[in-house]
């Protein structure tokens, strides 16, 4: 699954960890409403382009699920600012 890693000089390797870590920076610095979204520009990182085969909750289970993560977030962080705007997607 990672054979283009084998051909790669150093300088290239040293240039991919480069561009993975800043699509992981971009990831972990996500706020406000963008915490609620999946990242397909994540997933484009990896070198295999293939269609993520997700699975929709039904509406009140994904509700509860986003609940439960907003809970969570409390307990990890809770210092963090409130991010008190609307969605305007």
């Not at 509406?59 to 907003?70: A, Q």
């Not at 210092?79 to 997607?89: L, R, V």
Request: proline fraction near 9%; include cysteine; glycine fraction near 6%.
């Amino acid at each position: 699954m990672d054979d283009d890693l084998d051909v790669l000089d150093r300088d290239a390797l040293i240039a991919e960890v480069k561009r993975l870590r800043a699509g992981i920076r971009a990831h972990r610095d996500a706020t406000g409403h963008d915490l609620c979204w999946h990242h397909p520009d994540l997933w484009d990182l990896l070198p295999e382009k293939t269609e993520p085969a997700i699975a929709v909750p039904p509406w009140p289970k994904f509700m509860r699920g986003c609940i439960r993560y907003r809970q969570s977030l409390d307990k990890q962080a809770p210092g963090a600012p409130m991010h008190d705007k609307e969605f305007n997607g």
